[in-house]
């Protein structure tokens, strides 16, 4: 039934149906309200919404904007999940059609490949901004690394696992090869979230900061002492 389903063009054509208008409500909010956001974080959203559709753009319109009426551990932890997120899905998806694309690996490569890529690239998204911002460069690998690995793990182990079920040995002329990628990273998006939390809640991850608290002409004495740093570096993802 499953397979019925990913394997018919349709659904390919609603979800882009879907993740079109969702990425354009993106930017415009992002240029008329939130335009005060850091770069990064525009394109942590902008990557969600691509890669979850609606999912991802109901997650940054609950989480990540000035408009949002109070903050909290569960939507910090979204905001964590979504920077975690939108590294990862790009190692995936390169991972995923080098391997199959150009290696003709089997699932057991493929799944490997995927993973490396995933893992490198969310690593260094973090890592670069810390770097960035002068924490020097062995206590940057050291915290991204106790922050990110368990989020990361967590996220591809689904995210691979889903797709190989789906799509199988698939290739990238098949509908289903698209349309598993697609349903697999947002399971490993929900997968990577109550591990974000508890990161957040035993202060492993500081997580990105309260988008009110970024500078958008508000009075700056209500910066939470953490503002400038996590603005500047997100530390710890």
């Not at 992002?30 to 942590?44: F, P, Q, T």
């Not at 609950?62 to 569960?74: F, H, V």
């Not at 990862?88 to 699932?107: K, P, Q």
């Not at 608290?213 to 997100?234: C, F, L, N, V, Y």
Request: charged share 15%; aromatic share 10%.
């Amino acid at each position: 039934m499953l397979t019925d389903i990913f394997s018919s063009p349709w659904f390919l054509a609603a979800w882009l149906a879907l993740m079109v208008p969702s990425e354009i409500v993106l930017i415009r909010d992002l240029r008329r309200n939130n335009a005060h956001l850091m770069s990064l974080m525009k394109l942590v959203w902008g990557l969600t919404v691509l890669y979850s559709g609606p999912i991802g753009l109901a997650v940054y319109w609950t989480c990540g904007r000035k408009e949002i009426a109070t903050d909290s551990l569960w939507r910090r932890g979204f905001r964590s999940v979504a920077h975690c997120y939108s590294g990862c899905g790009l190692g995936e998806i390169t991972g995923v059609m080098l391997a199959v694309g150009l290696l003709r690996f089997g699932n057991l490569g493929t799944a490997l490949t995927t993973f490396v890529f995933a893992y490198v690239i969310g690593f260094l998204l973090t890592l670069g901004p810390l770097v960035q911002d002068g924490v020097p460069l062995h206590k940057a690998l050291k915290d991204t690394f106790m922050a990110e690995t368990p989020s990361i793990a967590v996220m591809e182990i689904v995210a691979i696992g889903v797709d190989l079920s789906l799509a199988g040995n698939a290739g990238m002329g098949e509908v289903i090869f698209w349309s598993s990628m697609i349903v697999s990273l947002s399971c490993g998006l929900f997968a990577a979230y109550p591990v974000n939390l508890l990161l957040l809640k035993f202060g492993v991850k500081e997580g990105m900061m309260d988008p009110r608290m970024t500078d958008h002409g508000e009075d700056p004495s209500t910066e939470s002492p953490h503002a400038h740093r996590q603005g500047s570096a997100m530390k710890h993802g």
